[in-house]
């Protein structure tokens, strides 16, 4: 039958078929990322977010302070400039405490626990992380770009250079932090998304 015309090809699908069965076999049981070394990457990012947001706090409330008191003709920009800090401060420590409880969830491993948790709501949960980390970056970026020119505050006294420091290294963490909770996000995802497969919803 070999040499007929079908030969070659129907051997070909023959050696192939049992080759993609295999490779699918092996997909469909790989494990999911483990959530709990992902909780690990989580509960070690809050702090160093927490030690970006005091920075931005505390450098806020100073810049705040000495533009109220100058004469500076652009106080009222630096006024509102420390008021952002001071803001963005407690947005990040309100992340670092979300990215904590987050971390929690991954730890207790409620895709293999047999908790009874909805894929889809775990799905949901770790789509806010991800868009958390993505913001997070984002604004870092932006605030480095501001940090890259303090001159004028640094003149008039309203800032000075170890606080301007203090600030490009807390938005450069800013963007780290963010990044590393999008990687985190994306792998819990993949865990969610190969929970999905195997309960056979599209």
């Given at each position: 039958m070999?040499?007929?015309r ?5 051997a070909?699908?023959?050696v192939v078929i049992p ?6 076999v092996?997909?469909?049981s790989?494990?999911?990322a483990?959530e709990?070394d992902v909780?690990?990457t989580?509960?070690?990012t ?6 970006h947001a005091n920075?931005m706090?505390t ?7 000495a533009?109220?008191a ?7 920009t630096?006024i ?8 963005d401060?407690?947005?990040l ?8 409880d987050?971390?929690a ?10 908790r009874?948790i ?9 789509e ?5 980390g ?7 970026r932006?605030?480095?770009?501001i940090t890259?020119?303090?001159a ?12 301007a ?8 963490g800013?963007?780290?932090?963010g ?7 994306n ?5 969610t998304?190969?929970?999905?497969r195997w309960m056979?919803?599209?």
């Amino acid at each position: 039958m070999w040499h007929r015309r079908f030969g070659p090809p129907l051997a070909l699908l023959l050696v192939v078929i049992p080759f993609a069965a295999i490779l699918a076999v092996v997909g469909l049981s790989a494990a999911p990322a483990d959530e709990t070394d992902v909780a690990g990457t989580l509960t070690a990012t809050a702090p160093l977010i927490d030690a970006h947001a005091n920075a931005m706090t505390t450098v806020g409330e100073r810049v705040t302070q000495a533009a109220q008191a100058s004469t500076a003709a652009d106080r009222l920009t630096w006024i509102a400039y420390g008021q952002h800090l001071i803001s963005d401060g407690k947005t990040l420590h309100d992340l670092a405490a979300q990215v904590r409880d987050d971390a929690a969830v991954a730890a207790s491993d409620p895709l293999h626990s047999g908790r009874n948790i909805p894929v889809a709501a775990l799905e949901a949960r770790w789509e806010q992380l991800k868009q958390d980390g993505q913001a997070t970056a984002e604004h870092g970026r932006v605030m480095q770009s501001i940090t890259l020119d303090m001159a004028p505050g640094i003149s008039s006294g309203i800032i000075n250079a170890a606080d301007a420091k203090t600030l490009q290294d807390a938005s450069t963490g800013m963007v780290d932090a963010g990044e590393s909770i999008v990687r985190a996000a994306n792998m819990l995802l993949g865990s969610t998304d190969q929970m999905q497969r195997w309960m056979g919803n599209p």
